[in-house]
């Protein structure tokens, strides 16, 4: 059964910092494009990040301020979130689809984690 458990939310101040990572089991996903979304209330669920072997690709709104990475020999991958804004606050959720090209819809992945709250107070 194939798992992705986020974890490293949790609430800062604007202009701090947050990592967050995920771990996946069930199955090796080292040819898999990973990714994380994020949904606020209200909004559907976006685009954040994804990492795949062709390389890394960003929102615009999070270009510049967040890294995402991975460790295929953990099956984890990372977010690493500097600069955080207000508008960052949101549920992240980690995604994972087949393929390696990119695609920010959600509809396209395959697997998702239960989601990780980040809240930025201002």
């Known amino acids: 059964q194939v798992q992705l458990v986020e974890s490293g939310g949790g609430l800062v101040q604007a202009g701090g910092s947050l990592r967050l990572s995920c771990a996946a089991s069930?199955?090796?996903?080292?040819?898999?494009?990973m990714g994380w979304f994020r949904q606020a209330p209200g909004l559907e669920r976006e685009f954040v990040a994804s990492?795949?072997?062709?390389?890394?690709y960003y929102a615009d709104s999070v270009k510049g301020r967040f890294t995402i990475s991975r460790d295929n020999a953990k099956n984890t991958v990372y977010l690493q979130m500097n600069s955080l804004k207000p508008e960052d606050t949101a549920v992240y959720y980690c995604?994972?689809?087949?393929?390696?090209?990119?695609?920010?819809?959600?509809?396209?992945?395959?697997?998702w984690g239960q989601g990780t709250q980040v809240t930025v107070s201002s």
């Open positions: 990492i795949s072997w062709s390389g890394g």
């Open positions: 069930g199955r090796t996903f080292s040819g898999y494009t």
């Open positions: 995604t994972a689809r087949s393929g390696s090209y990119y695609n920010p819809r959600a509809r396209d992945y395959d697997y």
